[in-house]
């Protein structure tokens, strides 16, 4: 089934790496990578850490109180870092929803 | 996050951000030309296709000539050792080669990402899905038009459209990304909007259009292919177009005819810089058509010698690289190292020297004479391709070509 382009993030979202986009750490080059399509893409440290969370479990909220707890920054500024990193990797296409599982 | 890494064969559109330019400035000068991030592997030249514009060398690689599994599986992993990111699986039809699960698995195994640019029409719902379980990241399919009268005519092959429509659904259906990739040119740039379309309905992630690069095949085809300034002036209006209507649905990557652009593409994101590719033979190539500029020697994988070792020492990288080879008028040029001189290829094929300034750039001496003279070809409707095979090509039968 083919997966829904232009996903939304928002503190309730589940996100995670498509099959295509892979997460890599370049030994070569000492940089985290992400590979996708014909694509290399150079992550800074704070979106490896925080991709590092999208496990398709993880809601973005969760996540932005992990990261608020672990650097005592104030909540709201870092959900809305991480919103904003996270829809830019989705609008790209390499980041996608965990879907939910029909009961 | 920026992008470090432009596709070979679009590196001649415009690259907004160079992220290799960072990377580099890190290095020592010594360091510059690190290993490419991805390579291109032409496991052979055969195909069932005939397209007019291919991009192999006229002169093409016997099945006898070809790598075997076990030397292609060492030149991945040697390719994976070095530090190369991605592997793009090409030829020719990749798919002719019997082994190829057996590859796909042996770059998966050492950690690179696998691409397929394929012609679909040799495969199967069985074998792309033994691609997927082998590990196979990403498909682009090239397609010859949108409708079977068309493309079944430039690929010279009869229901290959059709064909390629099932594999295109497969892929997606196996959940792995597609690419629609469609050469364009004077004879099919009528049916862009419905390509663009047919993308989408195909639910394709990207769709690359093309225009077709003037060497090798599609030199001798040049007459036949070559489009009208209203038709690009139409093409860049429409791609322009879609590419914000379809901006998340659909990404477009667009590749300008350089014959009428005015400055030369950066090709292959300057030349022994950041890509090359492997030869159905073993050959380590700056670009896919680089053994078309007679008297230079290329390195095989078969020889003594690493790699590496060819990427950073080998005579053929070195001819051409950086700046310090140009003549005038690339030498004193402001956008030297913007477009690097433009095409090598194109240089030779077009001037009889490798080392000239490429004709597409405005600055060329010879620029305006081959702009008109494609002009003129362009308006002189020698519909009649020569097709592309391993006997020196075969021209169209009268009547094949009558729309």
Known sequence: MALSRNISVSEASRPKLPRHAKLKFDETRQVWVILAPERVLAPDEIAVEVLQLC??????????????????APREAILTDVVAMLQDLADKGFLTEAREKTS | MSDILADGKTAGAAAPSDGLAVLEQKRSTAETFGIPLAVLAELTHRCPLQCPYCSNPVELDRA?????????????????????????????EPTARKDLVELVQH???VGLYSNLITSAVLLTKEKLSALADAGLCHVQISFQGNEPVVADRVAGLKNSHEKKLEVAKWT??????????????????????????????????????????????????????????????????IVEEAATRLKGILAIDYVVPDYYALRPKKCMGGWGRQFFNISPAGKVLPCHAAESITGLEFESVRSNHSIAWIWQNSEAFNRYRGTGWMPEPCKSCEFREIDFGG??????????DAGNTDPACTLSPMHEQIFKQAEREAAAHQDRFLYRNFAGGTLETEGEHGA
């Not at chain 2, 992630?205 to 009208?228: C, F, H, I």
Request: aromatic share 6%.
């Open chain 1, 55 to 72: 496990d398709g479990v993880r809601s973005v909220g969760d996540m932005a109180d992990q990261l608020a707890a672990k650097y005592a």
């Open chain 2, 64 to 92: 006898g000539a070809e790598l075997t599994t076990e030397e292609w599986k060492k030149v991945l992993s040697e390719l994976a050792e070095i530090g190369v990111l991605q592997i793009h699986f090409s030829g020719g």
């Open chain 2, 107 to 109: 770059a998966t195994d």
């Open chain 2, 172 to 237: 997606r259906e196996l959940d792995m990304p597609l690419t629609v990739n469609a050469v364009m040119h004077r004879q099919n740039l009528h049916q862009l909007s419905d390509i663009i379309q047919m993308a989408v309905d195909l639910d394709a992630d990207r769709l690359e259009v093309a225009n077709v690069q003037y060497y090798g095949w599609a030199l001798k085809n040049r007459a036949a292919l070559m489009p009208t300034l209203e038709q690009i002036e139409e093409t860049s209006r």
């Open chain 2, 343 to 352: 095409c090598r290829c194109q240089a030779f094929a077009l001037t009889g």
